[in-house]
Structures are given as C-alpha cells and as structure tokens.
C-alpha cells in the first residue's frame, strides 16, 4: 500500500512538474517584475560582432570602447543604450526574422539585412533621416549601395574594401615588376615565374581569392559591372562576360595549383603575412595590421589588374521598425555618432579599417600617426578608393550560395587536368537552379 | 449456457487499476514526444507542401492541390546537388553500417579479453571519441593540408608528382571524408563490449568443454547472443551516416561531389538568401523517411540470419 501511494504521489509530481514547465508565467506580477518589465522597453539593445578579447583581437575592444562612450554620453536619457557582443549575431537576427521579429539594433555581418526582414517591414527605412541630417558624406558608400528602390536599411560603419597585396621581395626574386598587375595575362606570367623559382614559394592563394578576380574581371566591362550590380539572372548566367570572367580564373587558379587553393583566405593568410611564401594575396585593406614586422618593407597593396577595386558596404546597422519612438530616436543618434568624423577616425587609426565617412584624411591621418600599418592602410584605402573602376562585391548582389557555388566550381578547376570549359557549363546548371 | 466468469481488472485500494497506472506514467513522456517530435515532423511535413521562403517567413502558404509537389519538383528535378546529396549520404549510410559495425565488433570482441593492461588500452581507445565531430573536422583538414598535412607525401610514395588537395579530387574527396568519421566506433564498441561481457560465463566454459576454442566461441555464442545490440548500433550507424554534416560543413563545403542531404537542408534554410524553408523541409521529409527505410533495412537483414539457420 505504502509503495502504492509513493507511486501515485510520483505521478502528480512529474504531472504538476510538465505543467508548471509547460504554463505560462504567472499572472500576477509583483513590483519588481513590473520594474524590470518596464526597464526592459526603456532598454535598446544592440547586437555586435565585436566579442573577442583584447589580447586576440585588440580592435574589438576598440569597437567596444566606442560603443560604451555612447552608452555613458547617453546615460541619463529616458532609454537606455545597451551593447551585447554576441559571436552569432546572424543566427540571432535569422531566429527573430523567423519568428517575425527583428533586434533593437544590429550590425548585420554576413551577407547584409535579410531579405525576409524586409519583406516583413521589420526594418527601419534609415534613408529619411540620413536626407534630413545631410550624412550623405559621413555614409559614404552605403547610401549609393544600399539604396533599394529609395529605401537605406543598414548603414555600415566601415566600408569592405578589396585589392590585392603582393610581396615585392618575391616579385623581384623572381624577376617580376609590379606592372604584371596591370592585366590579367601579364599577372599569369608572373605567377608562373614565381612558381618557377621552386623554392617552396608560390603565386597566389586561389579558392576564394579566385572569386575577387571572377568579380573584378566582371567589372572590367561597363556591362559586366552592371552585372555584378544587379541581382543573378538567366541572361548574365549565359552571358560572355560571366564565361570570360570565370574561364580566365578557372585557369589561372589550375596553373596556380590546388595545393594552394582555400575557401577561406584564413586558413592560408599566414603563408603570406607572416612566412613569405606567397606572392600576392587577394584581401582588405585591413590586411595591412595583420602583415608581420619583419615583412613589412616587402608587402604593398595594389588595385586589382585594370584599375578595378571591390569595394562594399556590406551589411551594417539595421535598426528595428518596430521600436518606440524614444529607442528609434536613440538609435538613429547612434548611427549618426557611428559615421561621425570623430568616431571614423578612430576607426581608421584604432580598428585599422576603410572608415565609411569620406571626409576623413586618411594620409594625413596616418602621416600624424606614424605607424607602419596605419601608413600601408591610408595608402591601400587611398588606392581603393581613387580606382578607377569601384564594383560590389558578388556576395552582396548574387548571394551567398551562389558565391559559393562559383567559389566551389573555381578550387574543383584548380586541380590539374580538369576540364574548365566542362565544369563551366555544369556550374551555370547550378546557378541556373539556384536563382529559380 | 455456460457461464465464463473472466477474471476481474485488479483495482488497488486507491481504486485505480493498473492500465491507467501505466497511462498516468506514460503521459509526461508522450507529452514531450508530442511537443517536441510529433509536431515538428507534423510541421515540416504539412510546410514541405507550401511555399514558404523571404517573402512569407510566418505565414506559410499551401500551394493548393493543384500545384502540391511544387517543392519536391523543385529537388528532385531542379535543385542541382540533391542527387549527389542523397547518392553520397546513402553510400555513408550504407558504409556506417557494413564497415564501422564489423571494426567496432572485433575491437569490442579484443577489448573483451582478459589480458593485462586490457583495461587501460580500452581508456586509451575511447579518448578520441570524445573529440566533436566538428573538432575532428578540423583536425582532418590539417592532416589533408597539400601544404602542411601528413597524407599528401604518403601519397609522393607512390606518386612523385602528386601535389593536388585530396579534397578537391572528386572520388578521393568521398573517401577522405568518410575516412574522416568512419574509425571513430568509440560509442558503438562500448555497447557492443558491455553486450559481450553480459554474456553468462558458464556458457564460455561449457563451450570451452566441448572443445570450442576462442573464435569460434565469438563466432558461434558471442556474435549470435548480441546480435539484438549489433541491431541498434547498425541502425545508428547508418542513421549517423545519413545524417553526415560536420565533416562536410568542415572538410569541402560540398565541394568535389561531397554534397550529403544535411548540408542541403543548410544550404537552402539559412545559406540562401531567399530562406527557402519550404524547400529544406522537402528534403527533411525525404531524410525522415530515408531514415525509417534504413531500420526496416536493417530490421529485414538481421532477420535473414535465423531463417537460415531454422532451414
């Protein structure tokens, strides 16, 4: 009977124990439960990608010291401005979009605002306010490029840059003048050199890289580069200008070999930061603090061949649509202090990145610093930014599985012996597929 | 007319009989079942007949009757790596279960003998399964390295000239990738090995008296007297094998034909910028169902053997 009544006790147990998991909170709030509830709307949170420590990553805490001077110059307001460094920002902005919500504020990494958030107007639309406050200058980029149909949904406080960088000591070595970069026929011939010199060096790291020279050889041509600036369609897919582009990579990366062939630049980048073994790298701007000491006499930045530069606001701060009047002006206040003269400094000198603002002096900027990077950096973003031809970067435009796509087709060419002209046309069935 | 008195239900002193005993215990399991199972799989199979991707993230939209199989045409007959996804993940599946059960059976079968030191081999064996898939991953990308890795010169053994990344070879690729999971049978030969010492030692010995020496004894007491855990651990086996993705997120990125249906599910839900949900869950119902033609597979086969042996 004993052991009975132990068990039916049991069952209510686990019984009451589902339900009060499974029920709601409890209706009846006390105080503190209202104090926090209300906290809470008067709080706007922003989601950033700067979590790293100091000692591995010295410009996230840059970042994050820019974030809490705004959160202490803002802190006896009616809202209060609350960072939170989260290492999976996009998951956290795919998880809310999923379920019909977006963020207070979010710097959108990845491949920029979702789609979906915007078909939901779930974003603020931050083209009004950058009008009404004449931050043209201080966006930059980001108000041609994220212009969609009048609408701005995200401004990014630094622009991506991309040329190239190459090591002058194995150019010379290998008997190579920095005019090899001026077409792509000439930088095959210098690759091939390179190689030639056997001794462990190499011409450049392809896989993703490769994709930067599909894309610049797109921008080479006033229709290519339109291309590139419009969403995948069936007419570009089939276009001349898509098979040049990808061909001509495709072969330079098979000469180049798949040995030295990755999806992402990080997995080799030491090869040429820091061991020298690698003629040229297809990176930022921001390379230039990543560059060792000992080979930064050697490493230059250069455009890529044609004049052409890969530059994109990529993704950036979003700000919800559906906040208080209180927290979007906060917001919005945040953005333009972001894009400030002041704060883009720090983030060109600090953080080492292409700030967005264009009425920063990037040279006199570095010349006053003195420092090595921050000189390379004025000169790759100067570079960058005075080419003669500036296009997006595909990722942005064509999308990320379609940038993988091409990425995969191009380090598969890479290995030697296979059929360019083949994979060519079964990669424009997979992108044939992807965009239907 | 005879009159049949059935035996009455048991009722306790609490008035309670014992089938509702036994419901009132089941009902927090079956409650979790259904949140968390049931009505996920419910969803995706309902979701997998709509369109649902950017456009109408909360608010998916069945296609109508008309145009019902509008996501499964799109994967079977436009999507351009489903094929070689489900080709690749049958093949793991089938590899999990025909390759990693026998190595894990015969390290189990070793472990299982009574030899000095035996104790401390099974720690040392076990230690790397404890290693995430994911972090093996990456540990196998390093030993694939063309640059720095150890199996590109094993290769130049044989082949002087060899410098291409193994992971880019299509056909070599697969089998770099499988080999990147399929040795690591740490959980599969602790349960086959806790079966094996489960059996009766008198059976051991009267075997040993009838003059069975020790493989014969595996082969004709041990093997058949586990063969209900051989069941399941195949059945995980091909499962895990099916449902391959860290190896592949990690190793190729699809790359060289190395698509597996997990990664497919990933590319179209969070990789695509359109967020074609409706489309993943087209493939995560094939995978469901894959995954319930894999254990009447294994189920069938296991039942093979005893049919023999009555014949």
Known sequence: MKRKLVSVLLVAAMGVSVLAGCGGSNPVKTDEDKKAAVSDENVLEFYHGYYQDKSEWAAAQVMRDIYDEFAKAHSDGTVTFKPIPVENRDDIVSAKVAGGSFPDMVDVGGAGVPQSAISQNLVYDLKPYIDENKLQDAVGLNYTQHDMDGHIYAVHDQIESRGLWYNSSIFEKAGVSVDALKDWNSFGEAMTKISALNDGTYGYIGGQGSSYIVNSIMASTENGKKMLESELTEEIINSDEFANAFKTAAKLDQANGSDHTTDDNGNLMAEFNTNGKVGVLFNGVWNASGIDASLVDSIEPSLFPGNIAIASAGGGLAVSNKMSDEKTKLALEFIKYMTSKEVQEKIFTEVQANPCNTTVDLNALAQKSGDAATIKLAKACSEVNSADTVVIDMNYTWGPDVDKAIINALMECAVSGTDVDTRFESLKKELLALIG | MEIVNRPKKKKNKLGIRRTEFIIAFLAPTLFVFCVFYLYPIITVFVTSFCKWDYTNITSPEFFGWNDLWNNYDYIFNKYPFFWEALKNSTKWAIVGAVVQIPIATLIALALSRKVKGIKFVRIVYIIPNMISTAAMGVIFLQLYNPSYGI????????????????????????????????????????????????????????????????????????????????????????????????????????????????????????????????????????????????????????SLSPKKEKH
């Open chain 2, 151 to 302: 199996i590109n010169p094993i290769i130049r053994l044989f082949n002087k000239n060899f410098s291409d990344s193994i992971l880019l070879l299509k056909g070599p690729a697969f089998v770099a990738m499988t080999c990147a999971y399929i040795f690591f049978t740490g959980t599969t030969t602790l349960m086959i090995l806790g079966n094996i010492m489960a059996v009766p030692e008198e059976i051991r010995e009267a075997a040993m008296l009838d003059g069975a020496s020790g493989l014969k004894q595996d082969l004709h007491i041990t093997i058949p007297m586990i063969k209900g855990t051989l069941k399941t651990v195949s059945v995980l086996a091909a499962t895990s094998g099916f449902l391959l993705y860290n190896e592949v997120y990690f190793l190729t990125k699809g790359a060289a034909g190395t698509y597996s249906i997990s990664y497919v599910i990933r590319e179209l839900a969070i990789t695509s910028p359109r967020t074609q949900f409706g489309r993943a869950n087209a493939v995560a119902m094939i995978q469901i169902l894959a995954g319930m033609v894999i254990i009447l597979v294994v189920s069938f086969v296991y």
